[in-house]
């Protein structure tokens, strides 16, 4: 018997000092039995600091290839921004960046790694895709406070990352990167 998702309840009170975003945001995102709970709430963390009007969570689920995990689309149903997760392919990252105007990856996988997926192909745009880096350490301590029935407190402010649940503050980074590497 397949299993199914598991359906959390986030209730996230958004201050995004950075992008001058406040919002209170009631979302249901489902886990699926494949998906770790560092990628589930690296997808959450994307969805809330991405936060615009027009943006939505996959209808497709997470195996779609033809769809983001999260999409921001106009009043007419344009793609205005393709949001990826994790470790995306360099095929993805193309089709990506030939399909939406922005693209961003929030991830909290080695940049090596990603950088040496990237340099494999040929990417659309590479140098202007949006690469945001979580640390692991910030969404395990935040794992062990979450439930399927959570209030969570998210700020970001000057590239810093604070979730609050149940009084207790988690602190963590957010880091901006490119998929190539500059270093030489």
């Not at 950075?18 to 249901?28: A, I, P, Q, S």
């Not at 560092?38 to 959450?44: E, H, N, S």
């Not at 090596?112 to 692991?136: G, P, Y």
Request: with cysteine; charged share 25%.
């Amino acid at each position: 018997m397949a299993q199914t998702a598991t359906m959390f309840h986030l209730l996230v009170d958004l201050s995004d000092v950075d992008r001058n975003v406040y919002e209170t945001l009631d979302l249901r995102v489902a886990r699926h039995p494949s998906e770790s709970m560092r990628y589930m709430l690296t997808r959450t963390l994307a969805y809330c600091l991405e936060y615009e009007e027009g943006i939505t969570f996959s209808k497709a689920g997470l195996s779609s290839d033809d769809e983001p995990p999260i999409a921001i689309r106009d009043l007419t149903g344009l793609l205005r921004a393709w949001i990826d997760i994790g470790s995306p392919t360099a095929e993805r990252l193309h089709k990506a960046s030939k399909a939406a105007p922005r693209v961003a990856l929030y991830t909290h996988a080695d940049l090596l790694l990603l950088r040496r997926e990237a340099s494999s192909k040929a990417i659309h745009r590479v140098e202007d895709i949006a690469l945001w880096r979580v640390e692991a350490s910030f969404l395990d301590a935040l794992e062990a406070k979450i439930d399927r029935h959570t209030k969570l407190g998210l700020l970001r402010t000057d590239g810093a990352l604070y979730a609050t649940v149940n009084d207790k503050t988690v602190e963590g980074t957010l880091t901006r990167a490119s998929l190539v590497d500059t270093a030489g």
